[in-house]
Structure formats: structure tokens, C-alpha cells
């Protein structure tokens, strides 16, 4: 298991953590496997807000021709995630 700090725009922020968005769709440079824990952190126009969100990745679906070098990852917030999100107002 490891940990990937990711960039995500506030949009997708936002539905992961509304619970509407399950999933991460990422350019498979890092060797994502399930189990790994993903710090979501918002970023907008070059800067961070400074909210963030640890989920863990919970399926993978990479071999899939169509998907070449991208991989679609299901994702679930941690359990022990029991903080609210950093940085929220």
C-alpha cells in the first residue's frame, strides 16, 4: 500500500466528497494498486486551497484496451476518516 498526493479541481473535489463521485479515471504513472490511499487535494489556478481527502482504492480496471496507459480506479472514503475535511470552512 502507498500513498499518492493528487491534484484534483474543485468541481471533483467536491463530488467526492458529496459521495456522488466514486471513482478516479488518472494516467497510470505511479503503478496504481488497490489498497493504496489516494490525498485528494483541491487545486484551482496554480494554488492549493488547502482541503483535503484521503480515500482508498478499492477496484482497478486497467486492462482494457481502451484505456491504454490510463486506469479507472473505484475509490471509497478511509473508515477512519472520522475528521472533517481539512481545510473546510
Not at 39 to 63: C, H, I, N, T
Request: charged share 30%; aromatic share 12%.
Amino acid at each position: 500500500m502507498r500513498e499518492h498526493n493528487l491534484k484534483t479541481i474543485p468541481p471533483y473535489f467536491q463530488d467526492v466528497l458529496d459521495g456522488v463521485k466514486t471513482f478516479e479515471y488518472r494516467y497510470n504513472d505511479r503503478d496504481y494498486q488497490v489498497g493504496d490511499i489516494l490525498v485528494l487535494q483541491e487545486y484551482l489556478d496554480g494554488e492549493y486551497s488547502g482541503r483535503k481527502l484521503q480515500v482508498v482504492v478499492a477496484y482497478m480496471l486497467k486492462e482494457c484496451f481502451a484505456l491504454g496507459d490510463w486506469v479507472i480506479m473505484g475509490i471509497k472514503p478511509l473508515e477512519a476518516q472520522t475528521e472533517p475535511v481539512e481545510g473546510s470552512k
